[in-house]
C-alpha cells in the first residue's frame, strides 16, 4: 500500500492530492503496530489445546501439552493453571514439571511437589531436589541431603543425575568426605552419555586426548553427537579441533563453520575463537568489525581472555578518539572494569597491565606502587616474563615493599622460569619488614633455613609431577572404558541372578556360591616427565625504552 502511495504522488500533477496521500503515508508509519497483528500458528495451537481441555474430563497428558505450549507463548499464568489441573491428578510427571515452573518462578512451593513426584517413584524430581539441597537457595543448603538424592536418582538412571554424579567425582565433595575419583567420575559420565546426555557426551570427547595433551580422532564423533543435539560447546570443541588440526585434517573453513554455529547458540568459546579469526586474520579475511562484534560478546558473556582482548580494543579505539578525555572516561573505566574481571579470573597479560597502569598513573588511575606490586607479584606468580620483570624493576628503582614482598614469594614458589632462591627470598623478607611489612614478618617466620633450598625445588619438582600425573589419569580410552563398563554391567547381572538364586533355597543349587565377593582393587596410571627448572635472568632494572616496548606489547596483544 504505501508503494502504491508512492507511485501515486510521483505520478501526480495535483500537490492538493499528493499532501493529502503524504499525510496518511505518514500517518500509517507512524501509527504502524497500533493495531493489533495476526496472531501467529502458534496461537492457534494453544488455543486449540486450551479447547480441547475445557472440559473436566482432560486428560493429564492434554492438559502438559497445552501448558507447554501456553509457556513457550510466554502466557505463563495460564500455563500454571494448566500445570496445577494436571499435579491434582498426582502423576509423577505433571508433579515434577509444576515444581520445574515453580522454581524457574524462585518459589520455594516447588519443594513440595517435587518432594510428592520422588514419592511416585520420579528420578527427574529426585535430582532436582539434589541439585537444590547442594547447593542451597529457596531451602537452607544440606550437602548430605543433596548427595543422597542425587545418588538415589542416578541409581535410578537419570541422566541429568548421573552427569551430577561424575561431576561430583570429578573433584571430591570435601565437605561430606566424598574423595576425588576420577574412573569413578568416568563411568558414571558414560552411562549419561549413553542416554545421550549432551553435556556428559562432551565431557568424555574433551579428555580424548594422546598424552602429549592432543584430541583424539574419537573424541569427533562423540561431538558431532552432541552438536546435533544443539550443544553449543560441543560446537565449539569441534572448531577447536579443525582448527588446530588435532584429531581431525586441519581445515579452517570448517573450524569457522563449526565456530559460528556455536557462537550463535551461545557458546562464549566459539564467539572468542571466531572473534580471534576475525581479529588475526586467520582463516577468514581480516574483519576488525566483526572480530570486535563478537569478542565483545564473549566479554560480556565472561570469557575471560575474551574480557582482556576487549578491553585492549576499546583502549586503542580511544587513542583515536576526538572526544575529551571527560566525554571518554566511561569507555576507559569499562576497559579497567573488563581489565579487572579477566585478572580475577587468572589472565596474567591482564595483572600486567594493571600493575603498568598504577605503576605509571595512567588510564584513569592514580599512581600506586602498592597495588602495582600486586598485580605484577599475581602475575609474576603464573609465570608472566614481563610481570617478573617489571617486578624487579619496582624493588630496584623504589624499594617499594609490597615489591620486595611480592619479589620474594615469587622466589619461594618457583613459577615457571624462575628457579626457587630462598636465601634471596629471605633477604627481600628482611627488607620489608625493616619498613613495617607485616605480612613478610610473618612469613620470614615460615620460610625454611637457605640449607633447604634443595628440598623445596624437589617439592616444586613433586607438584609438577603430580599434576602431570592427575591430567594423565583423566584421559580416556573410551574403548577400554566402553569394555569395562560392558563387564560391569554383566558382573552386576549375575551377581543379582545369584542373589535371588540363593534367597531360594530350592533354585540354590551350589551354596558355596552365595559367599560374598571379594573387592577388586584397580591400578592407578604411573610415569610422568619431570620439568627442568629455568635458571631466572640477571635482575637488572628495565630501561625506558624496554618498558615502553612491553606495555606496547600487552596492549596490541591479543591473546
Known amino acids: 500500500l504505501k508503494l502504491q502511495f508512492l507511485y501515486f504522488i510521483e505520478q501526480s500533477s495535483n500537490m ?53 505450549c501456553l509457556k513457550g507463548a510466554k502466557r505463563l499464568k495460564k500455563a500454571e493453571r494448566m500445570l496445577r489441573r494436571a499435579a491434582d491428578m498426582s502423576g509423577p510427571d505433571a508433579l ?75 573433584g571430591g565433595l570435601e565437605m561430606i568426605s ?70 581431525v585434517k586441519q581445515d579452517f573453513d570448517t573450524a569457522y563453520e563449526w565456530y559460528e554455529k556455536g557462537a550463535k547458540q551461545g557458546s562464549v568459546t ?44 576499546l583502549l586503542l579505539e ?20 573488563f581489565y579487572a574481571a579477566a585478572a580475577s579470573e587468572g589472565v596474567p597479560e591482564s595483572m600486567y597491565l594493571l600493575g603498568m597502569f598504577h605503576y605509571r598513573g595512567e588510564e584513569g588511575v592514580q599512581q600506586d606502587y602498592h597495588t602495582a606490586a600486586q598485580y605484577w607479584g599475581q602475575g609474576a606468580l603464573r609465570g608472566h616474563k614481563n610481570s617478573q620483570q617489571s617486578l624487579h624493576t619496582l624493588v630496584t628503582k623504589t624499594g617499594d615493599p609490597e615489591a620486595q614482598f611480592q619479589l620474594a614469594e615469587m622466589y619461594v614458589s618457583g613459577p615457571p622460569g624462575i628457579e626457587v632462591d630462598v636465601e634471596h627470598a629471605r633477604e627481600l623478607y628482611k627488607k620489608a619488614v625493616a619498613q613495617g611489612h607485616e605480612r613478610a614478618a610473618k612469613r620470614l617466620d615460615q620460610v625454611p633455613d637457605p640449607r633447604e633450598t634443595r628440598r623445596l625445588k624437589e617439592e616444586q619438582a613433586e607438584r609438577r609431577r603430580a599434576k602431570r600425573e592427575a591430567e594423565l589419569e583423566e584421559l580416556i580410552d573410551i574403548d577400554e572404558l566402553s569394555e569395562a563398563e560392558k563387564e560391569a ?23 558355596t556360591t552365595c559367599a560374598d565377593p571379594a573387592a577388586d582393587s584397580e591400578d592407578g596410571d604411573d610415569g610422568a616427565d619431570e620439568e627442568e627448572d629455568t635458571p631466572r635472568e640477571q635482575e637488572r632494572p628495565l630501561t625506558d625504552e624496554e618498558e615502553e616496548a612491553m606495555i606496547e606489547e600487552e596492549r596490541l596483544g591479543i591473546i
Not at 492538493?16 to 500517518?27: E, H, R
Not at 514439571?97 to 511416585?120: D, I, P
Not at 527427574?124 to 547442594?134: I, K, Q, S, W
Open 489 to 511: 554391567e554383566e558382573e552386576a547381572k549375575r551377581e543379582a541372578e545369584k542373589a535371588a538364586s540363593c534367597a531360594d533355597p530350592t533354585t540354590c543349587v551350589d551354596p
Open 178 to 247: 566424598i574423595d576425588k575419583d576420577i574412573r569413578g567420575a568416568q563411568r558414571y559420565m558414560y552411562k549419561a552419555a549413553e542416554k545421550q546426555h549432551a553435556g556428559a557426551i562432551v565431557w568424555l570427547a574433551l579428555r580424548m586426548k594422546d598424552k602429549k595433551g592432543r584430541m583424539k580422532k574419537s573424541a569427533k564423533e562423540w561431538l558431532i553427537r552432541a552438536a546435533r543435539m544443539q550443544h553449543a560447546d560441543a560446537m565449539a570443541v569441534l572448531g577447536y579441533m579443525y582448527k588446530r588440526g588435532e584429531g
Open 270 to 313: 566459539a564467539q572468542y575463537e571466531l572473534g580471534l579469526m576475525y581479529l588475526t586474520d586467520e582463516g577468514v579475511d581480516q574483519d576488525d568489525v566483526l572480530g570486535r562484534k563478537w569478542m565483545g560478546e564473549a566479554a560480556y558473556g565472561g570469557h575471560s581472555k575474551a574480557q582482556h582482548n576487549y578491553a585492549n580494543l
Open 96 to 170: 515434577r514439571l509444576l515444581g520445574n515452573f515453580l522454581h524457574e518462578k524462585n518459589s520455594s512451593e516447588a519443594v513440595t511437589w517435587w518432594k510428592q513426584a520422588v514419592q511416585k517413584g520420579d528420578a527427574g524430581a529426585e535430582a532436582n531436589l539434589g541439585t537444590l539441597y547442594l547447593h542451597g537457595g529457596s531451602v537452607e543448603q544440606n550437602v548430605q541431603l543433596g548427595y543422597d538424592y542425587m545418588k538415589s536418582a542416578s541409581e535410578k538412571g537419570d541422566p541429568t543425575a548421573l552427569y551430577n554424579m561424575g561431576e561430583i567425582l570429578a
Open 16 to 68: 492538493k492530492t499528493v499532501k493529502c496521500f503524504v499525510g496518511v503515508l505518514v500517518c500509517s508509519t507512524l501509527c504502524e503496530g497500533a493495531y493489533p497483528e495476526e496472531p501467529p500458528p502458534e496461537s492457534f495451537k494453544c488455543e486449540e489445546l486450551e479447547a480441547a481441555v475445557a472440559t473436566d474430563d482432560a486428560t493429564e497428558t492434554d492438559l502438559l501439552k497445552a501448558a507447554e
Open 318 to 337: 580511544l587513542d583515536n578518539d576526538p572526544r575529551t578525555k571527560k566525554e571518554m572516561a566511561s569507555d576507559r573505566e569499562l576497559a579497567l572494569r
